[in-house]
């Protein structure tokens, strides 16, 4: 059975970054595209960006913002936000796609990172 | 950038009703790239409907996927009370969009 587990929650100061990691087990990142996905209190979801198993990332809307990589060693992702925010308190998600697949299929349970003064 | 309008935002219904879920997209979509996911409250979401019309491993008949181009739907045959959640239509473009949701409520 695949698991994603993410760590646990942040508290976080305006203008301070984030670092947010999602440890797979039963399979390897490196056949995997891996995807983080936020949703802010009581909104819908929103696609921030993904890693291949390249290693490669692409970026949705976050810019400079945004860093996502992994360590093959240890089956981790790493999702790092700088430059926070209040609007950035959200849930983050990460979420697995078969390659070529379309498909979030496996999810991890969420971190909640709450930004506030 | 595709975006993805899901209709309608609540629906109320009673147990053992049919379902029926509207995703349109500002332009075609292939259907291979369409997704639906289901939300409850305090969860992750769960893959139900992916390339359109597969269903998901463990995911029951009840459910289903139709739609092509820009016209996309999720039916729910006969409600049952753990179908009760929000669910949202996602599509890869460029870009991995979601539609906005639309809450399924107990009447």
């Known amino acids: 059975q695949v698991q994603l587990v993410q760590s646990g929650a942040e508290v976080k100061k305006p203008g301070a970054s984030v670092k947010v990691s999602c440890k797979a087990s039963a399979y390897t990142f490196t056949n995997y595209n891996l995807h983080w996905v936020r949703q802010a209190p009581g909104q819908g979801l929103e696609w921030m960006g993904i890693i291949r198993p390249s290693g490669e990332t692409a970026v949705h809307m976050f810019q400079d913002r945004l860093t996502m990589t992994r360590d093959t060693s240890t089956n981790t992702v790493f999702m790092e936000l700088s430059s926070l925010r209040s609007e950035d308190t959200a849930l983050y998600y990460c979420?697995?796609?078969?390659?070529?697949?379309?498909?979030?299929?496996?999810w991890g349970q969420g971190t909640l990172v709450t930004v506030s003064s | 950038e595709i975006v993805l309008t899901q209709s309608p935002g609540t629906l109320s219904l009673s147990p053992g009703e049919r379902a029926i879920l509207s995703c349109r997209a500002s332009?075609?979509?292939?259907?291979?790239?369409l997704a639906w996911y289901q939300q409850k409250p305090g969860q992750a979401p769960r893959l139900l409907i992916y390339?359109?019309?597969s269903r998901a491993t463990g995911i029951p008949d009840r459910f289903s996927g139709s739609g092509s181009g820009t016209d996309f739907t999720l039916t729910i045959s006969r409600l049952e009370p753990e179908d009760f959640a929000v669910y949202y239509c996602q599509q890869y473009g460029s870009s991995y969009i979601f539609g906005q949701g639309t809450k399924l409520e107990i009447k």
């Open positions: 979420a697995t796609e078969p390659a070529l697949g379309y498909k979030f299929d496996y």
């Open positions: 332009q075609s979509v292939s259907s291979t790239y």
């Open positions: 390339g359109a019309s």
